[in-house]
Every structure is written in C-alpha cells, then in structure tokens.
C-alpha cells in the first residue's frame, strides 16, 4: 500500500505570478506576488495552480507538499533545504530552512516536507 500525504495540513493563498509553474517552490517577491527562486535560495511555498493567463496562482504556504529534488536525497526526519533552481528543492549544509521530510521517493527524485 503506497501512503499519500499531500494535502495533509495545506493552506494556500492566491498570489500575483509571473511565468512560474505548478508544482514549483516559490518565494514572495514583492507586495501580494511571487517569482521562480534562484538556486540556493530560499522558498516559502509550493504552487499548486495557476490561472489560464499566467497572471495569478495558488500557493501551498503551509502543511504537508511533494516536490522534485536534485542533488542528495533528503533523509526522513529534519533537512536544511533550499531551492534547487529549477523548481524543486536541494540539500544544502548552509543557507537553507530546516524542513521535515516525511517521505522520499528516490525513484520518482520526490520528496514530502512540511512547510
């Protein structure tokens, strides 16, 4: 039986957006709008969707999220992470936000965190 823990504990909030993607860690970049993060940068949130033109999205800003990693996999229980990039998240030993991680699927380069 495979478990399932997106979802659990979420909240989102409607953001302004430029070009970023479902599915991607995001950070806040200016008054009530978020942006792509660089590499090694921080994020505050995961997009779970985002509207037919691009202008507005949905951002998980807290509970439990899956998102792509690069690099190291996260190991159960606390990681410091930070932004990979690309989308997804990295394991990085300075600079990052420590993050539960509930769950890693090294075939599918997933991770479950809470934020």
């Not at 008054?31 to 590499?39: D, F, L, N």
């Not at 990085?92 to 699927?105: H, N």
Request: proline letters at 1%; aromatic letters at 6%; charged letters at 15%.
């Amino acid at each position: 039986m495979k478990l399932s823990y997106e979802g659990i504990g979420q909240w989102a909030a409607t953001f302004a957006c430029d070009g970023v993607t479902e599915g991607h860690v995001v950070k806040i970049s200016g008054s009530g709008t978020v942006a792509k993060c660089a590499a090694a940068g921080s994020f505050d949130g995961v997009v779970l969707s985002v509207a037919r033109d691009g202008k507005a999205c949905s951002v998980a800003m807290g509970g439990m999220v899956t998102v792509s990693y690069s690099g190291t996999a996260p190991t159960a229980g606390w990681n410091t992470l930070a932004a990979d990039g690309k989308g997804g998240v990295t394991v990085v030993s300075e600079g990052g936000r420590s993050y539960l991680a509930v769950e890693a699927d090294t075939a599918a380069k997933t991770v479950t965190i809470v934020l």
